[in-house]
């Protein structure tokens, strides 16, 4: 079946310093591969996304890369910030059970200390 | 206003009660989806419907149950609540533009259930 795996946290870093989040994945066929974010009280909301094989995904200055080669969606930012401090989740769609599904991986918590 | 909303925020209830969460959608999505979350497990599908007529189990779906009552409202029961059933439970809907399999989710606040 499918099954995501990321690296487990929590992580702290200072403000400014570089941001890597790993995670790898198993699937069948050509699943869509995202990242979601859970800030404190709140539910997950779409990071970024990437749906096929060398896309990269970006926003508010995460970058994830789609490689099929090594079946990985590292989560990367090159200076965080305190408001960055939330959970993030790597997740793929893909075929299963008469339908595409969303399977998560456990979530890895950040904190950024001024 | 929040487009996707779930009632109530938190609810404590006792071992055997009937519960129901409640879930409303403004965003006109034809697919929604039940959760829950448990610390260090990620989020794990419940059920799922992809229309008013279409109703699926998920991976976790024993001891629940769902009712899609319109496009916009889709509600979780737990016929006899369990203390294992206490985490955080979420509802969350997409629109497949773009393509099957590609489409975003988009999550209401979560309910946190505590079952004693």
């Known amino acids: 079946g499918n099954s995501v795996t990321q690296m487990e946290g929590p992580v702290t870093l200072s403000e400014e310093a570089f941001l890597t989040i790993n995670c790898t994945y198993t699937?069948?066929?050509?699943?869509?591969l995202f990242w979601y974010v859970q800030y404190p009280g709140e539910g997950l909301q779409l990071l970024l996304k990437?749906?096929?094989?060398?896309d990269k995904g970006s926003n508010k200055g995460f970058e994830a890369t789609y490689r099929k080669e090594t079946t990985s969606f590292h989560l990367e930012k090159g200076s965080v910030q305190v408001s960055d401090s939330a959970v993030y989740f790597c997740a793929l769609s893909g075929y299963g059970a008469g339908s595409y599904q969303l399977t998560f991986g456990k979530g890895t918590k950040l904190s950024v200390i001024p | 206003d929040a487009d996707v909303t779930q009632t109530p925020r938190n609810r404590i209830t006792k071992t055997g009660k009937r519960i129901m969460l409640e879930c409303s959608q403004t965003?006109?999505?034809?697919?929604m989806y039940w959760y829950r979350q448990d610390p260090g497990l990620g989020l794990r599908l419940i059920y799922y419907?992809?229309?008013?007529?279409?109703?699926n189990k998920g991976e976790i779906s024993d001891g629940y149950s769902v009712s899609r009552q319109a496009q916009a409202k889709f509600s979780l029961s737990l016929e006899s609540a369990i203390p294992n059933q206490t985490a955080l439970y979420f509802c969350?809907?997409?629109?497949?533009?773009?393509?099957?399999?590609?489409?975003?989710?988009?999550f209401g606040p979560g309910t946190r259930l505590t079952v004693l």
């Open positions: 965003k006109g999505h034809d697919r």
């Open positions: 699937a069948t066929g050509y699943p869509s």
């Open positions: 419907s992809f229309d008013v007529k279409d109703i």
């Open positions: 990437a749906t096929k094989a060398d």
């Open positions: 969350a809907t997409s629109d497949p533009q773009g393509g099957v399999g590609t489409d975003t989710q988009y």
